[in-house]
């Protein structure tokens, strides 16, 4: 340890071989101060305040009580080892030796400009002993500082006329980045951008997307939260509520902040601030039995012993980004080192001491306001040693912050060692003009610093425009151990050089959660599973939502889509609603209920008609099948198993020559059978004009003008078919258009003026023939049947008049049932109403079956 001796008054003086001078100090203040050719500042914030005093600026402030952090001196000691270390190598600086000049910033604002003005006014001070003709304290061309953000802007504005570097160790605001109004900072802590960025892909990564953010009123929460809502909205992350807390935290102030967390149904929690102010945040949360929140720590306090000490109860399981850790060789054995007779040389050390064995040093400088307190103790023994108890202090297995103080020494010990060994003609300045050491310009300084990049314990140290190093961090697990201590774990890491998709890695299965050892649950609301979206609720954020299944034809593969995705014409969702799957192909088949339905009748409808046809052929000979035309009957009824057999074509998957012979097949066995009935009705009416005396019209109308008649009617809608099929004819086509789990396979009519001029010839022909039987109806004589073709074509015409607006307003299988079902029952009209009455006569009256009987009148 450098012999640093202070007597009892509070006057310091440095121990050399030769003589001694101590620094008397005002009341109240202490620093540290070694002489060299280029003397060292320093801030560390060695005392804080949990709440600060408010000032009026009218009045002396009164006194604070400032709790003491042995974390903060080791930072201070890392600075002292550091130099010493560089003043013993002769590769760095050999011709130069560096001082240091050290003092407390409280984590003050005004404290902290006060001491920095100190540090580089080279000012004399209150001196005596010995060695103290020349005391004078040297200015300070650099300055290590501070470690808050807000006050290493104070510093900065307050130093910036004078372009006195500042190398800050913790302060990672990314406003301090901005060059134009802070051209003279540096650091080696990386900017809150980077750690934002982790920060983010953090709370994304656990799909914590209903985050609490809360901060104290500074420019670095103020920027870091900004930074951290503007990213987390690119993983749909909202906050449910930004709060920001003053400094000087007040009864009201603190309760606010607990309406706040009370208020939302979040659990997790990610605080900017340092640990002076979340010590009274956590002593509330505890008074009010706020125990359940997960909580994300910045780095300002994301390795801070002090916190858990006090409350492990509320932040076991606390995660957070901590700064690169590094293994400074021999500063623990350096910083053990301390015993009761050193500690004695110093404020800062004589408070430690006191405070960790709980003693009094005999002769003690310590003047801070524990003193009173200290008076009570036992004198020390003078036997005491660091190695036998565990302190903030002595723990170097977490060096981050302090490993951030040695890199910075060490830069600005490397930017010197450049400027003096510079060769005139190859310096940085105008004309190649190298840097001045005597005098020693600030502005020149830092312009080296810029230019500096050093290997550094195998890490190889160098800073961007900004004058920002690499950000590199530790995601770090907040564990206890077996005798109750912080247990900082490793569980992951953040290295911004990597590529954007790999550069966050975490370890799972290293983590202990508070709960359960579980992860929290921070939705605003629960996750829409696959099969359904995201609605968002009028008036809330993109975080609050329900979830709506996707509509008919439409899917989401995805948690927490936000849109349902539409298949495709062949493909259908599945009954979840998350994939696309084939539509089943649709027709009437064989093997359907509906197809044997109608293949049954559609051969019980040829059988019948073909049983009917043997029953005329057996009986060719009796006065009934010969008196009602037997050669038009045995067509007629050869037609209508025609009609019958072609219904068959109408079931099974469609092609295009089935579609054909299809639509074709069915206009023109129809055509012949109404050309048949027409012919028959014609002869009805002819045979009894022939009775009438004089008339020879019979001759006219004999079996060969009968089929002749037949035979043109059949040609002209074989004609209207064959132009329909060279013009645009029936194909089979799969239609996925509908709404449907399936692809319908139909026969489409192909030209929709052919399909209807088929029908309609069909129907004007019916027409004919219902005319004709209709004047026909009331002739005399058994022989007449034309009441029973009016009849059968009365049946007809209700049959296909239906057929229409339903064959119209249907589709797919049931189109085609439809179709076939018009056919079957115009086919069983004609043949029932036209052959029932006379094949009722051949079987069960055959003593009508006479030419008396037919011809009554």
């Given at each position: 340890?450098?012999?640093?001796?202070?007597?009892?008054?509070?006057?310091?003086?440095?121990?050399?071989?030769?003589?001694?001078?101590?620094?008397?100090?005002?009341?109240?203040?202490?620093?540290?101060?070694?002489?060299?050719?280029?003397?060292?500042?320093?801030?560390?914030?060695?005392?804080?305040?949990?709440?600060?005093?408010?000032?009026?600026?009218?009045?002396?402030?009164?006194?604070?009580?400032?709790?003491?952090?042995?974390?903060?001196?080791?930072?201070?000691?890392?600075?002292?080892?550091?130099?010493?270390?560089?003043?013993?190598?002769?590769?760095?600086?050999?011709?130069?030796?560096?001082?240091?000049?050290?003092?407390?910033?409280?984590?003050?604002?005004?404290?902290?400009?006060?001491?920095?003005?100190?540090?580089?006014?080279?000012?004399?001070?209150?001196?005596?002993?010995?060695?103290?003709?020349?005391?004078?304290?040297?200015?300070?061309?650099?300055?290590?500082?501070?470690?808050?953000?807000?006050?290493?802007?104070?510093?900065?504005?307050?130093?910036?006329?004078?372009?006195?570097?500042?190398?800050?160790?913790?302060?990672?605001?990314?406003?301090?980045?901005?060059?134009?109004?802070?051209?003279?900072?540096?650091?080696?802590?990386?900017?809150?951008?980077?750690?934002?960025?982790?920060?983010?892909?953090?709370?994304?990564?656990?799909?914590?997307?209903?985050?609490?953010?809360?901060?104290?009123?500074?420019?670095?929460?103020?920027?870091?939260?900004?930074?951290?809502?503007?990213?987390?909205?690119?993983?749909?992350?909202?906050?449910?509520?930004?709060?920001?807390?003053?400094?000087?935290?007040?009864?009201?102030?603190?309760?606010?902040?607990?309406?706040?967390?009370?208020?939302?149904t979040a659990t997790v929690i990610l605080n900017f601030?340092?640990?002076?102010?979340?010590?009274?945040?956590?002593?509330?949360?505890?008074?009010?039995?706020?125990?359940?929140?997960?909580?994300?720590?910045?780095?300002?306090?994301?390795?801070?012993?002090?916190?858990?000490?006090?409350?492990?109860?509320?932040?076991?399981?606390?995660?957070?980004?901590?700064?690169?850790?590094?293994?400074?060789?021999?500063?623990?054995?350096?910083?053990?080192?301390?015993?009761?007779?050193?500690?004695?040389?110093?404020?800062?050390?004589?408070?430690?001491?006191?405070?960790?064995?709980?003693?009094?040093?005999?002769?003690?400088?310590?003047?801070?306001?524990?003193?009173?307190?200290?008076?009570?103790?036992?004198?020390?023994?003078?036997?005491?040693?660091?190695?036998?108890?565990?302190?903030?202090?002595?723990?170097?297995?977490?060096?981050?912050?302090?490993?951030?103080?040695?890199?910075?020494?060490?830069?600005?010990?490397?930017?010197?060692?450049?400027?003096?060994?510079?060769?005139?003609?190859?310096?940085?300045?105008?004309?190649?003009?190298?840097?001045?050491?005597?005098?020693?310009?600030?502005?020149?300084?830092?312009?080296?610093?810029?230019?500096?990049?050093?290997?550094?314990?195998?890490?190889?140290?160098?800073?961007?425009?900004?004058?920002?190093?690499?950000?590199?961090?530790?995601?770090?697990?907040?564990?206890?151990?077996?005798?109750?201590?912080?247990?900082?774990?490793?569980?992951?890491?953040?290295?911004?050089?990597?590529?954007?998709?790999?550069?966050?890695?975490?370890?799972?299965?290293?983590?202990?959660?508070?709960?359960?050892?579980?992860?929290?649950?921070?939705?605003?609301?629960?996750?829409?599973?696959?099969?359904?979206?995201?609605?968002?609720?009028?008036?809330?954020?993109?975080?609050?939502?329900?979830?709506?299944?996707?509509?008919?034809?439409?899917?989401?593969?995805?948690?927490?889509?936000?849109?349902?995705?539409?298949?495709?014409?062949?493909?259908?969702?599945?009954?979840?609603?998350?994939?696309?799957?084939?539509?089943?192909?649709?027709?009437?088949?064989?093997?359907?209920?509906?197809?044997?339905?109608?293949?049954?009748?559609?051969?019980?409808?040829?059988?019948?008609?073909?049983?009917?046809?043997?029953?005329?052929?057996?009986?060719?000979?009796?006065?009934?099948?010969?008196?009602?035309?037997?050669?038009l009957s045995f067509l007629l009824l050869m037609f209508?198993?025609?009609?019958?057999?072609?219904?068959?074509?109408?079931?099974?998957?469609?092609?295009?020559?089935?579609?054909?012979?299809?639509?074709?097949?069915?206009?023109?066995?129809?055509?012949?059978?109404?050309?048949?009935?027409?012919?028959?009705?014609?002869?009805?009416?002819?045979?009894?004009?022939?009775?009438?005396?004089?008339?020879?019209?019979?001759?006219?109308?004999?079996?060969?003008?009968?089929?002749?008649?037949?035979?043109?009617?059949?040609?002209?809608?074989?004609?209207?078919?064959?132009?329909?099929?060279?013009?645009?004819?029936?194909?089979?086509?799969?239609?996925?258009?509908?709404?449907?789990?399936?692809?319908?396979?139909?026969?489409?009519?192909?030209?929709?003026?052919?399909?209807?001029?088929?029908?309609?010839?069909?129907?004007?022909?019916?027409?004919?023939?219902?005319?004709?039987?209709?004047?026909?109806?009331?002739?005399?004589?058994?022989?007449?049947?034309?009441?029973?073709?009016?009849?059968?074509?009365?049946?007809?015409?209700?049959?296909?008049?239906?057929?229409?607006?339903?064959?119209?307003?249907?589709?797919?299988?049931?189109?085609?049932?439809?179709?076939?079902?018009?056919?079957?029952?115009?086919?069983?009209?004609?043949?029932?109403?036209?052959?029932?009455?006379?094949?009722?006569?051949?079987?069960?009256?055959?003593?009508?079956?006479?030419?008396?009987?037919?011809?009554?009148?």
């Amino acid at each position: 340890m450098d012999q640093i001796q202070l007597n009892k008054g509070g006057k310091m003086q440095e121990s050399t071989d030769k003589d001694e001078c101590v620094y008397q100090g005002d009341e109240g203040t202490h620093s540290f101060y070694k002489g060299g050719d280029v003397i060292l500042g320093g801030l560390f914030p060695l005392h804080y305040s949990p709440v600060s005093a408010v000032q009026s600026f009218q009045s002396k402030p009164e006194p604070t009580d400032y709790i003491f952090s042995p974390r903060a001196l080791r930072w201070m000691q890392t600075m002292i080892f550091a130099v010493a270390e560089i003043n013993q190598r002769q590769d760095l600086l050999p011709n130069l030796s560096l001082g240091y000049h050290i003092r407390d910033s409280c984590d003050d604002i005004p404290v902290s400009i006060e001491n920095s003005l100190l540090l580089v006014n080279g000012q004399p001070d209150k001196t005596r002993g010995s060695g103290c003709a020349n005391a004078i304290r040297e200015p300070s061309p650099v300055i290590v500082g501070d470690a808050a953000s807000g006050i290493s802007m104070a510093v900065l504005r307050t130093l910036g006329s004078f372009n006195i570097p500042l190398v800050s160790y913790f302060a990672s605001c990314a406003c301090l980045s901005s060059k134009k109004e802070f051209p003279t900072f540096m650091r080696t802590m990386p900017s809150d951008e980077f750690q934002i960025k982790a920060l983010a892909k953090l709370v994304h990564y656990f799909q914590w997307t209903w985050v609490g953010v809360i901060g104290v009123e500074s420019d670095y929460a103020n920027f870091a939260i900004q930074l951290f809502l503007k990213e987390t909205a690119r993983y749909n992350v909202c906050p449910a509520y930004v709060h920001f807390y003053p400094v000087t935290l007040t009864t009201k102030a603190v309760q606010e902040l607990m309406n706040a967390i009370k208020a939302s149904t979040a659990t997790v929690i990610l605080n900017f601030s340092g640990e002076s102010e979340l010590q009274t945040i956590l002593r509330e949360c505890r008074k009010q039995n706020i125990t359940h929140l997960q909580w994300i720590a910045s780095e300002a306090w994301a390795t801070s012993q002090a916190l858990w000490n006090e409350f492990h109860d509320l932040l076991e399981g606390t995660l957070g980004f901590a700064i690169r850790k590094g293994e400074i060789p021999n500063l623990g054995g350096y910083l053990r080192e301390m015993s009761a007779s050193n500690a004695q040389t110093s404020h800062f050390l004589a408070e430690f001491w006191e405070e960790t064995f709980n003693c009094r040093i005999n002769g003690s400088v310590n003047t801070h306001v524990h003193e009173k307190e200290a008076q009570n103790k036992e004198a020390c023994s003078g036997k005491e040693s660091l190695d036998n108890v565990y302190s903030t202090f002595t723990d170097v297995s977490q060096l981050r912050v302090s490993y951030n103080v040695y890199k910075a020494v060490h830069l600005i010990a490397h930017a010197l060692h450049d400027m003096s060994t510079c060769i005139p003609g190859q310096g940085p300045f105008e004309n190649g003009t190298c840097g001045s050491l005597n005098p020693l310009l600030p502005w020149q300084l830092i312009s080296y610093m810029k230019r500096t990049n050093f290997t550094i314990l195998g890490e190889f140290v160098h800073f961007d425009e900004n004058g920002d190093p690499i950000a590199s961090y530790d995601l770090m697990n907040w564990q206890v151990s077996s005798d109750g201590l912080l247990q900082l774990v490793k569980v992951g890491f953040y290295d911004a050089s990597l590529k954007e998709d790999s550069d966050l890695v975490i370890n799972e299965s290293l983590i202990r959660w508070q709960r359960d050892n579980k992860a929290q649950v921070s939705m605003c609301s629960k996750s829409c599973l696959p099969g359904s979206r995201k609605a968002r609720r009028k008036g809330q954020p993109i975080c609050c939502f329900d979830c709506i299944p996707c509509a008919e034809g439409e899917i989401s593969n995805q948690t927490d889509s936000n849109d349902c995705l539409r298949c495709s014409r062949e493909t259908w969702p599945n009954q979840a609603r998350d994939k696309c799957i084939p539509k089943a192909i649709e027709y009437l088949s064989f093997q359907e209920p509906l197809g044997i339905v109608l293949l049954t009748v559609s051969s019980f409808g040829a059988c019948l008609t073909t049983a009917v046809l043997c029953v005329f052929m057996i009986y060719r000979n009796t006065p009934v099948v010969r008196g009602n035309n037997m050669e038009l009957s045995f067509l007629l009824l050869m037609f209508l198993c025609a009609c019958f057999l072609i219904s068959l074509t109408f079931i099974g998957k469609p092609t295009d020559w089935l579609c054909q012979i299809r639509f074709t097949a069915f206009g023109v066995s129809f055509a012949l059978c109404i050309a048949c009935i027409l012919a028959k009705t014609v002869v009805v009416l002819m045979a009894f004009k022939a009775t009438l005396p004089g008339s020879d019209v019979i001759k006219w109308f004999g079996p060969i003008q009968q089929r002749f008649s037949v035979i043109v009617c059949a040609l002209v809608q074989v004609f209207i078919c064959i132009i329909w099929l060279i013009t645009k004819p029936p194909s089979a086509a799969y239609t996925t258009e509908f709404l449907s789990p399936t692809i319908i396979v139909e026969c489409k009519v192909g030209s929709e003026i052919g399909f209807w001029c088929a029908l309609g010839y069909i129907g004007l022909l019916a027409c004919m023939c219902f005319l004709i039987a209709f004047l026909a109806r009331k002739l005399p004589d058994n022989f007449n049947e034309a009441k029973f073709i009016t009849f059968s074509m009365l049946i007809f015409f209700a049959v296909w008049i239906t057929f229409i607006p339903v064959y119209v307003s249907t589709h797919g299988k049931y189109m085609v049932a439809v179709h076939v079902f018009a056919i079957l029952a115009s086919a069983f009209g004609l043949l029932l109403c036209i052959f029932a009455p006379k094949c009722y006569v051949v079987l069960l009256r055959p003593e009508k079956n006479s030419k008396k009987h037919m011809m009554k009148k």
